[in-house]
């Protein structure tokens, strides 16, 4: 297999991996810390490695707007944003999923205001999670760039026709750098072929889209677009599977599970965080204890087989999140007990809630967070802060 070597930051990873897919469009609006896939892009642009009309429009929302009108006439678009940003754009985000255009857009995830942060956690992109996109958190700068690729083959399969959200840790991922396999540009022509579609404007084939309905059929279009959604999951499974087999590198479908097969408890993660916490079981696991480590790498679709399959195997599970959902627990906490309710053995299950507004976990929280897994066979708390810089008095 032809390939070659490069040293790049996540956000670098990304631009490159947008090049290979061949968008014809790149609406453009920069905002920290996504700014540098934007740059790269236009850079690729202007030295003509890559063929694409580049749209810097005024805002997200017209980022978003513009993506929409190139995906209505068959083209495919490419856009980026991240935290406000992508909240700017959230009535176009329902639009686009609505009309079910393919278009692929980079989240960096970022902390939402107030207080106003640059820093990074994964409230933004999980406060979308009901507007009907496919979201993937990636791990490292390589499962960007090869996500890039595999996004647009999923998001454009006709049987899916899904909006397509790859989200990267905003500055842990977008702003580190390392060494990545850059594939060929022919092979990855064979594997995502120019975009055809029938879902389009046409002058040969009118056709009314982004339309409005009655009550006598909007949720008719609605459970369609259910079925769409939880039918993409066996088409992320194969266009992975084929990935692995073209270019050597494939990511487990929806989940990846380390470790977990004897294991007396495992925490779930999401996104980069990951890979610390793949240390620290290697750590414990020498000094004997059995743990393991799960990650979600779909959001929507959820998950649920794998999840439940976990629960079947495991008595104790953490779900470590970067993200609280005000009044309740954490997002990603709430969508694993939903699936595992319909298990008839009880999993003791407990939410760790940390990382906000860009804070550091560390390996002595993920070791205190297994620590506390191990030894109690019940959990008193749902949610624990972890990582607080102070007590705060109820």
Same mark, same amino acid.
């Given at each position: 297999?032809?390939?070659?070597?490069?040293f790049?930051?996540?956000?670098?990873?990304?631009a490159?991996?947008?090049r290979?897919?061949?968008?014809?469009?790149?609406?453009?609006?920069?905002?920290?810390?996504?700014?540098?896939?934007?740059?790269?892009?236009?850079?690729?642009?202007?030295?003509?490695?890559?063929k694409?009309?580049?749209?810097?429009? #005024?805002?997200? *929302?017209s /980022?978003?707007? $513009?993506?929409?009108?190139v995906?209505?006439?068959? %083209?495919?678009?490419?856009? &980026?944003?991240?935290s406000?940003?992508?909240?700017?754009?959230? #009535?176009?985000? *329902?639009? /686009?999923?609505? $009309?079910?255009?393919?278009?692929?857009m980079?989240? %960096?995830?970022?902390?939402? &205001?107030?207080?106003?942060?640059?820093?990074?956690?994964?409230?933004?992109?999980?406060?979308?999670?009901?507007?009907?996109?496919?979201?993937?958190?990636?791990?490292? %700068?390589?499962?960007?760039?090869?996500?890039?690729?595999?996004?647009?083959k999923?998001?454009?399969?006709?049987?899916?026709?899904?909006?397509?959200?790859?989200n990267?840790?905003?500055?842990?991922?977008?702003?580190?750098?390392?060494?990545?396999e850059?594939?060929?540009?022919?092979?990855?022509?064979?594997?995502?072929?120019?975009?055809?579609?029938?879902?389009?404007?046409?002058?040969?084939?009118p056709?009314?889209?982004?339309?409005?309905?009655?009550?006598?059929?909007?949720?008719?279009?609605?459970?369609?677009?259910?079925?769409?959604?939880?039918?993409?999951?066996?088409?992320?499974r194969?266009?992975?599977?084929?990935?692995?087999?073209?270019?050597?590198?494939?990511?487990?479908?929806?989940?990846?599970?380390?470790?977990c097969?004897?294991?007396?408890?495992?925490?779930?993660?999401?996104?980069?965080?990951?890979?610390?916490?793949?240390c620290v079981?290697?750590?414990?696991?020498e000094?004997?204890?059995?743990?393991?480590?799960?990650?979600?790498?779909?959001?929507?679709?959820?998950?649920?087989?794998?999840?439940?399959?976990?629960?079947?195997?495991?008595?104790?599970?953490?779900?470590?999140?970067?993200?609280?959902?005000?009044?309740?627990?954490g997002?990603?906490?709430?969508?694993?007990?939903?699936?595992?309710?319909a298990?008839?053995?009880?999993?003791?299950?407990?939410?760790?809630?940390?990382?906000?507004?860009?804070?550091?976990?560390?390996?002595?929280?993920?070791?205190?967070?297994?620590?506390?897994?191990?030894?109690?066979?019940?959990?008193?708390?749902?949610?624990?802060?972890?990582?607080?810089?102070?007590?705060?008095?109820?």
């Amino acid at each position: 297999m032809k390939s070659n070597r490069k040293f790049v930051s996540g956000d670098e990873a990304v631009a490159l991996g947008v090049r290979l897919a061949r968008p014809h469009i790149i609406s453009a609006y920069p905002i920290t810390p996504q700014t540098i896939v934007v740059e790269r892009l236009a850079d690729f642009v202007e030295d003509g490695s890559l063929k694409a009309e580049y749209m810097h429009v #005024e805002s997200e *929302h017209s /980022a978003m707007a $513009a993506a929409m009108g190139v995906s209505s006439v068959g %083209a495919r678009a490419f856009t &980026a944003t991240s935290s406000q940003g992508l909240l700017h754009m959230a #009535e176009c985000v *329902h639009y /686009a999923s609505g $009309a079910r255009f393919p278009i692929v857009m980079m989240n %960096a995830n970022r902390s939402i &205001a107030v207080p106003w942060s640059i820093y990074g956690d994964q409230r933004d992109s999980l406060s979308m999670l009901d507007s009907g996109w496919i979201q993937v958190y990636v791990e490292d %700068a390589q499962e960007a760039l090869d996500m890039m690729i595999q996004a647009y083959k999923v998001a454009e399969n006709p049987e899916v026709m899904t909006p397509f959200m790859v989200n990267l840790d905003g500055f842990v991922l977008t702003h580190t750098y390392e060494p990545i396999e850059l594939p060929e540009q022919e092979m990855v022509d064979q594997f995502l072929p120019m975009y055809q579609t029938g879902n389009k404007m046409s002058m040969d084939e009118p056709k009314s889209l982004c339309f409005s309905t009655s009550p006598a059929d909007n949720q008719e279009f609605k459970v369609m677009q259910h079925m769409a959604m939880e039918g993409s999951v066996d088409v992320i499974r194969q266009v992975d599977a084929e990935y692995g087999k073209v270019f050597g590198r494939s990511y487990h479908g929806l989940t990846e599970s380390y470790r977990c097969d004897d294991a007396d408890a495992v925490l779930m993660t999401l996104g980069s965080v990951t890979g610390t916490v793949r240390c620290v079981v290697d750590e414990l696991r020498e000094k004997g204890f059995k743990v393991g480590v799960f990650k979600i790498r779909f959001m929507r679709p959820f998950p649920k087989d794998e999840v439940m399959a976990l629960g079947k195997a495991v008595s104790k599970l953490g779900v470590l999140e970067k993200n609280i959902s005000f009044g309740n627990e954490g997002t990603v906490f709430t969508n694993v007990n939903s699936a595992l309710m319909a298990l008839d053995t009880k999993v003791q299950s407990k939410n760790y809630v940390g990382g906000l507004g860009g804070r550091d976990i560390t390996k002595d929280h993920i070791r205190a967070i297994f620590m506390d897994l191990l030894n109690h066979d019940r959990f008193e708390e749902r949610v624990e802060f972890i990582g607080m810089g102070c007590e705060i008095n109820e």
